[in-house]
């Protein structure tokens, strides 16, 4: 299995491309199900989950062909509208089929996601949503199976803000009969990304970003070619690393609207921000200083963001508290951190970070996809060096990520 091997201590310098956004890409490549012409898609990120959702539709019928970054999809026949557990295993986010496939097949078999690494993430409030449009829903052989002659517009609340589920049900609404408005919705930037998307395709949809979406059904969806928009997480990640290593970077194609929570946290811990058009810069001159936080649903500070603050407050000076209220397990990287000697302590979805001076090189070993970037920006920080296993998990979010670290001089490489 491969691993990353990191000598820390070195302060990152230069500039790097932020790639397209994961979570964009993957909602914006199941919409592709819900036109008969062919879709492009471009500024795709070269990713492990971007490639898991191609075949996955490509396994329902869908003719793709992919380059480096980008994709032609044609959904004009569906063989099988199925997402089979080997598939949604390995990511939960093929569960965003579920809504495109039931809207303009009348069917969709997709395999419950089940629960992973950071807590047991149910899909209740996606099938709710279809259910009050009109579908018919069975859950059978660890399958959600949903029919349904046409979808009707309905008002539907959710009663947790949820990303997936949002999407899901704005792009079933999009082909569905009449209005449906969706309360409490979530406002991530992705959503937004998607809900363009849909409606350079034709779709009716109003108040995106806001948390009541309107949706006008509409009967047929055309192809477009569509960019995704730059990923705000892997931004973030790059910010977190430069300021936890004392360093200085540049970001360009920088998704810079959607970074304000994550900007505002590291100027609070002392870092020099400047912002242009497409553009981030960052100088962290000394140490930074703890920043306490309390994850939330967009515009709050982002869930995928708190395991590189916890990093990089582990060498801050000073004490935080990071409190996660999004997903009940998600400290799984704490106890890596542990052993790279942070001084870290949890009470329930509460962490308290007492700075430490330095942390030592040591072996680790990735959990999920966040957790890993944390280690990755621990190692970077650590004296000697850090051996981190199981990278699998890096490679399902962060495009070619130890290649743009090095380009930025940490000494990172890639070993078997
Ligand atoms: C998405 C992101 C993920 C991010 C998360 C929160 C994608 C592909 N993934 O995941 O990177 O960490 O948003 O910002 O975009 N919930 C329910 N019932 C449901 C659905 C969700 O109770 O039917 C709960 C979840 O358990 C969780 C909360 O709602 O506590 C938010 O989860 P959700 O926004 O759905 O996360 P995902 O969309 O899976």
Redesign the pocket.
């Known amino acids: 299995m491969q691993k990353l091997s990191i000598q820390g201590g070195v302060a990152l310098s230069g500039e790097v491309r932020v790639a397209g956004a ?3 890409a ?2 914006i490549l199941a919409a592709t199900l819900l036109t008969s012409d062919a879709m492009r898609i471009t500024n795709l990120p070269q990713l492990n ?1 971007v490639r898991t959702m191609v075949k996955l539709l490509e396994r329902m019928g869908v003719k793709a062909s992919e380059g480096e970054h980008h994709a032609q999809l044609r959904a004009d026949a569906i063989t099988e509208p199925f997402a089979p557990y080997d598939l949604v295993k390995t ?3 093929s ?2 089929a579920l809504g495109p496939l039931t809207a303009r097949f009348g069917e969709a078999r997709v395999s419950l ?1 089940g629960g992973c690494a ?11 949503g279809l259910t009050a449009m009109g579908a018919q829903i069975a859950i059978e052989a660890g399958d959600i199976h949903a029919t349904a002659r046409r979808l009707k517009g309905a008002r539907i609340f ?10 899901n049900l704005m792009m079933a609404a999009c082909l569905a009969d009449g209005e449906t408005v969706l309360e409490n919705c ?1 406002r ?1 930037p ?1 959503v937004v990304d998607l809900a363009r998307c849909l409606i350079a395709m034709g779709a009716r949809i109003q108040g995106h970003g806001a948390d009541v979406i309107t949706v006008q059904g509409v009967e047929r969806l055309r192809g477009v070619e569509y960019a995704v928009m730059p990923d705000r ?1 892997e931004a973030g990640t790059f910010l977190a690393a430069a300021a936890a290593t004392r360093g200085a970077i540049t970001l360009t194609d920088a998704p810079v609207a959607s970074l304000d929570p994550v900007l505002q946290k590291l100027r609070e811990a002392g870092a020099e921000i400047t912002v242009g058009d497409t553009t981030v810069r960052i100088a962290m001159r000394g140490r930074p200083k703890a920043v306490s936080l309390r ?1 939330a ?2 515009p709050g500070f ?3 963001m708190q395991a590189q603050f916890i990093a990089m407050n582990s060498v801050a000076e000073g004490t935080s508290r990071v409190t996660e209220t ?3 397990n998600r400290f799984m990287h704490v106890q890596e951190l542990r052993r790279l000697g942070a001084h870290i302590e949890i009470e329930g979805n509460t962490a308290m970070i007492y700075g430490v001076d330095t942390l030592k090189g040591a072996t680790v070993m990735a959990t999920d ?2 957790a890993s970037a944390s280690l990755v920006i621990a190692g970077l920080v650590a004296e000697g060096e850090t051996i981190i296993d199981r990278i699998y998990h890096l490679d399902r ?1 962060y495009e070619h990520l130890e290649s743009r670290l090095a380009s930025l001089g940490a000494r990172i490489a890639r070993v078997a």
Request: net charge negative; proline share 10%; glycine share 6%.
């Open positions: 994961k979570n964009a993957l909602p989950d990511m939960r986010a569960i965003l996601p950071i807590g047991e993430r149910p899909v209740d409030l996606h099938i709710k959710m009663d947790t803000v949820t990303v997936t589920g949002t999407e979530a991530e992705e997480i994850t649903p967009h982002p869930t995928d999004i997903f009940e996809l966040r979010g």
